[in-house]
Structure formats: structure tokens, C-alpha cells
């Protein structure tokens, strides 16, 4: 059994342990930079050792699970891949480009398996549209729409961790979830290679990080598109997430995924390769914040089940071009990372901006 | 009672010619290019005279106003030529095809004393007029971003019929020019100045034109705040229609096409009351028969009847300087001026793949 600490004691326990654990894998140690809370949170996980430091714990497992904010990731990504380690490693995987590229080239240097936690690949809607609009159903993808606007951080006083809300940490909406809608967009409609971009703080309150984003992509396919979220709209929940082609358009409702064509409209059933177990919410005495509410459903639970999945078959050999969805590498957090990069780049600068490729 | 000429058989018949009736004008000819459609128009809507010649439809007796509904790059000559012959205009979007030539259609105008205005008539439309104030009366305090997405299937069949004007990016035609000029003024109207634009236009159905059928587009504004448009009538998915503001304080947002604007805030959420002054009369779609083709079905829709008859009693009312109707003030070429500069900014970014200032 593949024995894997966990690096981070927030969404690393409230979902890394457990999607580990469900997906067969041995969570052994929990490491957290607070001894009595990563020592509490080890208690009521089930998790035999709780370390402040990585180093005290790699010696014991095959694998690290890191889960923390992300300007610490790529120190504890070098030192596990050093260590000879598989790595799956949290979104927005690094500070930028340049430094992802560095903790890929150690990763594939090392020869690891090396994860990204975009767990959504495996939602069952967005991979189902993913696999439908690839498939050509739709003709020619041209035009897409990804809108999630919901009321979570509408509150000026919504408490947030404090890396969270600065913009210098890798903290803000873009990060937590652009990271998933452009990986979405790139599996679905290939690279991005030009953003047009703003950064929002629709609230007033203290931060430096954004809780709104409006960016207009240009793929290399020649498609366009808006992704757009907002966490703090006051006004109704907003999704949408619609591709039209040449001929047709496709979309999903949550994990009901649609095609209207000259044909008419109908539903796609989700195909039994891409189901995932059901939602599983973390235990509710754990919820306190607005920030830990972001996770409280436990709708990524089935989706980072499978991705653990995934991960243990990859340590055991399993070629990763063998899975449907394929699993994100660092290589797309290589990928990510460019667009996020240029994404802030066009903020700052009020312009257009070509993604370093 | 003022005359007026429409010029244009399509959207010319279906609702200026209803319009202007409604706002008090006498219809006294239509002019068209084919002498049978034009025709045929002028009986199905009741229009005394049928004619092909701009400067035989200026001559008639009791012509004070002539209002334009042809392709847009037919629009100059037919303005200068009203324009010298001393009548009032009201002209469609999109205004013209250069910002050069916009100006001189403005210049001209301006120059003349005569009343010109400009076919926006969605500045009318309840919903975009309540959102409006509702925005600039403070009600979501500082904007901040905005987005204006719509999505039709009217054009999603390869064959839906079109002008071949319309099919024609060199001729003004497409949904940019179309539907986009609205959008822009609408924002101008609701947000204020545009400072840059990126935009993406795109065919999405193959039919093998130069026009587009769909766009999307990041503007920041002189304002600091930042909008997205993003239409296609090719997209036969279910209608998605997004008109929603956030501000520091709160979001405002219009339901569908419909007059039900709300504010949501630290209080709760509540409908704006609709004042008097912003309401139009009922929409009304001319007599089916009438509309021939896909593109007159989607421009004959009449939802904008009430809008454009609002826009024609501003007309009337500067033409005969009585009081001005309530509610928005209409636009006039200069906001055609500044529409097209930004129309033009858009297809510049379009052509360039980069951010171009207005």
C-alpha cells in the first residue's frame, strides 16, 4: 500500500486525507506549521503522526500530498521529489511560470510521478463536455462562456485565511479558481495563447487579493471566450459553462451535460467510465469560515477521489496516456501557471497579453 | 402635422414608419432601391408614396424629417443630402463605417441647426433605462465591473437568409455592428466612456461571409470599472441573456429582456418600481407576411416598438421645440460619433489580436 504524508492542515485534511484514503492509499503522517493543530487535526483524522516539518516524515512514505499556500509549494515539492517521492500538488501550483518550470524539470529529473490537484478534470460534466466538444460533436468549438458568480465573500467582514487575502502570497480568487476554469478551457479547447484580463475587489475591505475576475481568452484553434467569476455578487448565484461550435452548442448544468445542433437538443448520460463516488461533505464541526465554507459540499470529494485514484495507479506503473480523463501533471501547471502569469500581467498593465508558451 | 420620409424597406417599414406614426409624424413616403419591393412595402404599411430617388423624396411637399434605414454605408450620402435640403434626421446604427465620416455627418448637422438623432432606441427600453439610473443614482455605489452577454440561435442555420450588405464585415454588416453598436451605447449611457477595447470577433457558423456572427469583448472604461460583452445569434443552445452590474455596494441586473431590474445589497434584494416616465408603449411585431427573410424576422421583432416610438417623440418634440419627453435623453450624432470610434477600436483589435484605445 502506498504510504502518503499530507502537507497542509486545512483542505489537505478536510479532503486530501480523506479522497486518499478512499481511493486505497495509506495516509500516514500530517505535517502543519501549527504543532497543536496539526496535531489536533491528526486526532480527528486518524492520521498516526503529526510533524511541523516535512523532513521528519519523508523518510516513512512513498508519496507527499501538499496542500498549503501556495508560495510554499515549490520548496516542498523540491524536497520531496530530492527524496525520491511522487508529489500530487495543490492549485495555483506556484508563484509563477518560471518557478513552476524549475519544480517540473526537478520532478521529471527525479522521475516521480507528479500530480496537479485539478480535480475537476474528473467532475463527471466538466469531463463529459470536455470529451464531447473533443469529439467533435459540436463541429469547430468557437465560442465559450464559463460564469460562476456566487455570494460566498459578498460580507466585507467574510473571513479568509491571511495568506488568502494577499495578493503577494498567491492568495485570491484567480488562483483558487481561475487555476480550475483554465485548466478546464485548455483541455477542452486547447491552449491559450492571449488574455485580455481585470483583477476586481468588488468589496472594500482589507485585501490586496481579488475576489472577482473577468478574462477574455483567444485560443491557438482560433475560439474565444470569457471566463469570468465573481465571489462576492450580492446578486443571484450565476453558471454557466457553454461551448458553441460550427455546428452546434454544448453546456453543462452541474453534471448534466446538453447538445443542441439542427437536430434538436438532447442530454448525453454520463458515461459509466467518467461516474465518481458521491459528494461527501467534511465533518460540519470543522466549518467555520467563509473560507472554509468554499469547501463545505463536498462536491470535489468524488473528483479527488478519483484523482487519488489515479495517482496510486500511476506509482504502481500505469502510463498516464492510458487515462480518460488524463490526469493534470506539472507540466499543465507549467502551462497554468503562463496563463495566470499573463492574466496578471494584462491587469497590471491595462493591455493584451501574448502567453508565454 | 410634420412629414416625414423613411428611408429603408426592411426595418424602415417595421417599425420607423410605426413609430413615427405613433409619435404624431405623417408618413409621407417610403424610398427603397427596388422599385417593387418598395412598392409592395408602401401598401403593406399604408405609406402613401413609393420611391427610388433621394433627391425626388426630399422634394416632395411637406417633407420636414427624413429618417434613415439603409446599409450603413449609405448612410452619408443620404444625410448630407437631407441635411442640405433642410431637414431633420434621425439616422440608424451604426452610424457609419469611419469615425471620419461620422464626423462630417455630425459637423454637417451641428453646422445646419437642424435635429439630428441617432437610432438607439434601447436607451428607451424600460429595463436598460431603469438599470441606468439605478447605477448612476448611486444604488450599487462605485461600478466596478459589468457584463452584457447575449445569445440567440436566430442565425444559427447556414442558410438563415441575409442581406448581402449585412454578410459583408467591409459594409458595416455583422452582429458587432449590429447588436454590439447597441451594447456600446448602452454602456456609454449606463457606465460612462470606453478607454480600451479587446475584442474577439468570430464566425461560428460556416456560411462563408466576411461579417461576424458573434464577438466577445473586454472594455475598461475612463472609469476605472471594466465590462464584458460577449453575443452570438448562432448559438442554439437555450437564450442566455446577462445584463448585470457590480458595484461596491451592491448588484444590479436586469431580467432577461423584460422591464424587472433589481438591486441586491447588505439588505436584501428588492425589485425596482418602475416610474411613469420610463414606461413605453407595449411591444408589437408588424404583421408576419411581412417579414421575408431570417434577418427581417430578427430585426421585425417589434420588442423595440415602444423604445423607438419614445426616440421618435423626442424627435418630433425637438423638431417642433416642445418639451421634451421624460426620462433618457436620446442620442445624437455625437454619441454616433463616439460609438463608432469605439466600433472601430473593436475591429482594430479584432484585426490585431491586441488592445486598441478608443
Known amino acids: 500500500m502506498t504510504r502518503v504524508a499530507v502537507v497542509g492542515t486545512g483542505f489537505g485534511c478536510l479532503t486530501h486525507a480523506r479522497a486518499l484514503r478512499a481511493a486505497g492509499l495509506d495516509v500516514v503522517a500530517l505535517v502543519g506549521r501549527d504543532p497543536d493543530k496539526t496535531a489536533a487535526r491528526a486526532e480527528r483524522f486518524s492520521i498516526p503522526v503529526a510533524a511541523t516539518a516535512l523532513d521528519a516524515v519523508l523518510d516513512r512514505v512513498d508519496a507527499v500530498s501538499i496542500a498549503t499556500p501556495p508560495q510554499t509549494h515549490a520548496p516542498l515539492v523540491l524536497e520531496s521529489v530530492a527524496a525520491g517521492k511522487h508529489v500530487l500538488c495543490e492549485k495555483p501550483f506556484a508563484r509563477d511560470r518560471s518557478e513552476a518550470r524549475t519544480v517540473f524539470e526537478a520532478a521529471e529529473g527525479a522521475g516521480v510521478v507528479h500530480m496537479l490537484g485539478t480535480e475537476f478534470r474528473f467532475a463527471p460534466g466538466q469531463a463529459l463536455l470536455t470529451r464531447i466538444v473533443r469529439s467533435g460533436a459540436i463541429g469547430e468549438p468557437r465560442l465559450a462562456l464559463l460564469l460562476l458568480h456566487i455570494p460566498l465573500l459578498a460580507d466585507p467582514n467574510a473571513e479568509v485565511p491571511g495568506w488568502w487575502a494577499d495578493a503577494d502570497q498567491g492568495g485570491g480568487w484567480l488562483g483558487a479558481q481561475a487555476s480550475h476554469v483554465v485548466d478546464q478551457v485548455r483541455t477542452t479547447l486547447g491552449d491559450v495563447v492571449r488574455v485580455s484580463a481585470t483583477l476586481h475587489r468588488v468589496v472594500d475591505r482589507g485585501w490586496t487579493a481579488e475576489d472577482a475576475y473577468l478574462v477574455h481568452f483567444e485560443t491557438a484553434g482560433g475560439a474565444a471566450g470569457v471566463m469570468q467569476s465573481v465571489a462576492s455578487d450580492r446578486g443571484p448565484m450565476l453558471?454557466?459553462?457553454?461551448v458553441i461550435g460550427s455546428t452546434g452548442t454544448a453546456w453543462a448544468e452541474g453534471d448534466r451535460v446538453q447538445v443542441a445542433d439542427a437536430s434538436g437538443t438532447r442530454e448525453i448520460d454520463v458515461p459509466a467510465d467518467l461516474t465518481v463516488g458521491p459528494p461527501d461533505p467534511p465533518p460540519a464541526e470543522l466549518m467555520h469560515t467563509a473560507y472554509d465554507l468554499l469547501h463545505s459540499t463536498g462536491i470535489d470529494f468524488g473528483p479527488y477521489a478519483r484523482l487519488a485514484g489515479v495517482f496510486a495507479d500511476a506509482i504502481a506503473g500505469r502510463n498516464l496516456d492510458t487515462f480518460d480523463p488524463r490526469p493534470a501533471t506539472f507540466a499543465d501547471g507549467v502551462a497554468s501557471m503562463a496563463v495566470l502569469d499573463a492574466i496578471r500581467r494584462s491587469a497590471r498593465e491595462g493591455t493584451s497579453v501574448e502567453v508565454e508558451a | 402635422m410634420k412629414g416625414a420620409v423613411v428611408f429603408g424597406t426592411g426595418f424602415g417599414c417595421f417599425t420607423h414608419v410605426r413609430a413615427l406614426r405613433a409619435a404624431g409624424f405623417e408618413v409621407i413616403a417610403v424610398v427603397g432601391r427596388d422599385p417593387d419591393k418598395t412598392a409592395r412595402r408602401a401598401r403593406d404599411f399604408g405609406v402613401p408614396r413609393a420611391l427610388?430617388?433621394?433627391v425626388d423624396a426630399l422634394a416632395l411637399p411637406g417633407v420636414d424629417a427624413i429618417t434613415v434605414a439603409t446599409p450603413p454605408a449609405t448612410h452619408p450620402a443620404i444625410v448630407h443630402a437631407a441635411l442640405d435640403a433642410g431637414k431633420h434626421v434621425l439616422c440608424e446604427k451604426p452610424f457609419a463605417l469611419e469615425a471620419a465620416s461620422a464626423r462630417e455627418m455630425t459637423e454637417h448637422a451641428e453646422s445646419s441647426g437642424l435635429v439630428h438623432l441617432l437610432g438607439t432606441e434601447f436607451r428607451f427600453d424600460t429595463g436598460q433605462a431603469l438599470l441606468a439610473r439605478a447605477v448612476r443614482d448611486g444604488l450599487i455605489g462605485e461600478p466596478r465591473l459589468a457584463m452584457f452577454f447575449l445569445h440567440v440561435p436566430v442565425l444559427a442555420d447556414p442558410a438563415a437568409q441575409l442581406p448581402v450588405w449585412w454578410t459583408r464585415a467591409s459594409e458595416g454588416g455583422g452582429w458587432l455592428h449590429a447588436h454590439g453598436s447597441q451594447v456600446v451605447d448602452q454602456i456609454r449611457v449606463t457606465l460612462g466612456e470606453i478607454e480600451s477595447v479587446f475584442?474577439?470577433?468570430?464566425?461560428?457558423?460556416?456560411?462563408?461571409?466576411t461579417a461576424d456572427d458573434g464577438f466577445a469583448a473586454h472594455l475598461r472604461l475612463r472609469s476605472g470599472a471594466a465590462c464584458v460583452m460577449q453575443s452570438t445569434p448562432a448559438d442554439r443552445g437555450p437564450m442566455l441573456i446577462e445584463t448585470r452590474i457590480l458595484g461596491s455596494a451592491g448588484t444590479a441586473w436586469i431580467?432577461?429582456?423584460?422591464?424587472?431590474?433589481?438591486?441586491?445589497d447588505t439588505d436584501g434584494s428588492r425589485r425596482?418600481?418602475?416610474?411613469?416616465?420610463l414606461r413605453t408603449a407595449p411591444a408589437a411585431a408588424p404583421p408576419p407576411a411581412t417579414l421575408e427573410t431570417t434577418y427581417e424576422q430578427m430585426i421585425g421583432h417589434g420588442l423595440d416598438l415602444g423604445a423607438y416610438t419614445r426616440l421618435a417623440e423626442h424627435f418630433h418634440a425637438r423638431i417642433t421645440g416642445s418639451d421634451a419627453p421624460p426620462g433618457p435623453a436620446p442620442a445624437t450624432f455625437a454619441d454616433g460619433v463616439a460609438g463608432t470610434a469605439v466600433l472601430e477600436a473593436m475591429c482594430r483589435s479584432a484585426a490585431d489580436h491586441r488592445t486598441e484605445a478608443v
Do not use: C, K, M
Open chain 2, 199 to 209: 475584442v474577439s470577433l468570430l464566425q461560428i457558423t460556416d456560411r462563408g461571409v
Open chain 2, 272 to 277: 425596482l418600481a418602475v416610474p411613469d416616465e
Open chain 2, 255 to 264: 431580467e432577461g429582456l423584460s422591464d424587472a431590474v433589481y438591486v441586491a
Open chain 1, 239 to 242: 453558471f454557466a459553462t457553454r
Open chain 2, 52 to 54: 427610388t430617388s433621394t
